[in-house]
Nanobody
């Protein structure tokens, strides 16, 4: 399985970006998929995940601003980010996992993309 992110860039605070992740190989319908990020000088943080049954999880700081979605027919995962803040700056990673848990912990995700950079200026 290979995951390739796109859609990062530089925006001003309050702006929007849409990240995309395309998967090659088999992302089975039983896999959890998600987005993590690593800000400057920060630990990797789970941002959002989507379970096979459609249950969504978000870290508290992005609730109401970010929306995760997927298109199974295209093997694609998306993250719509709105009302961006400077603290959203970081490298964003697409992930997938077959562990059966979609909690926002890196331990549950075995496949990772190379990341796409998001920069939000004030």
């Amino acid at each position: 399985v290979q995951l390739v992110e796109s859609g990062g860039g530089s925006v001003q605070a309050g702006g929007s970006l849409r990240l995309s992740c395309e998967a090659s190989g088999d992302i089975y319908s039983t896999y959890c998929q998600g987005w993590f990020r690593r800000g400057p000088g920060k630990e990797r943080e789970g941002v959002a995940s989507i379970a096979p049954n459609g249950i969504l999880r978000y870290t508290e700081s992005v609730k109401g601003r970010f929306t995760i979605s997927r298109d199974n027919a295209k093997n694609a995962l998306y993250l719509q980010m709105s009302s961006l803040k400077p603290e959203d700056t970081g490298m964003y990673y697409c992930t997938a996992g077959s562990s059966g848990s979609c909690l926002l912990s890196p331990a549950y995700f075995g496949y990772w993309g190379q990341g796409t950079q998001v920069n939000v200026s004030s």
